[in-house]
């Protein structure tokens, strides 16, 4: 009994397989990719880092993440372009070197006014590219131990870091990338 039915299943499903017409499915699968353009410390959890009187030191590792295809743009904004306590100033140079050298910013004097003009330093990626896109790496590099640039502005004093009087003294930057 049990053999004669599956025989007739079978039958049934060849003679509906045989004398209906072909079908064909299609399917469409869309995705979306959501814009983004941002730079985060990657090691500095509270955004604030220490710098030691002495030769260049690395204070941040940062990472660059990007998916524009036309153009980024990293904007690294010192607020002062000196370390302050008060009236006293200590003079830095600053560096930034990225993964992709279309973001590097060479040894310079952060004092406003500087060769860049406003005291931003402004660099551009032209186009899109896949390692911007999975986030790039750069580093941060602060030197204290440098020479002022000149007389302080009036009613300040600059020191040499090695020689300040005793406090603490702090600069803020601000790291903006964004797609334009």
Known sequence: MKAVGIVSGLAVLAALTAGGAAQAESLSVNTTVAPYCGIRLANV?????????????????????CNTGGTAQLVVNPLNGDFK??????????RFDAADNAFDINTTDAYPGDAEGSGKFTRNKVGYSQSLANGSAAQFYL???????GPAPLGQTFYPANA???????ESFSFELSAI
């Open 45 to 65: 959890s509270s955004g604030t880092a220490s710098v030691a009187h002495e030769a260049e030191q690395m204070v941040a590792n940062l990472e660059l993440a």
């Open 164 to 170: 300040a009087p005793a406090g603490t003294y702090n």
């Open 143 to 149: 030197n204290v131990n440098v020479a002022a640039p």
């Open 85 to 94: 306590n008060g009236n006293n100033l200590i003079n830095y140079a600053m």
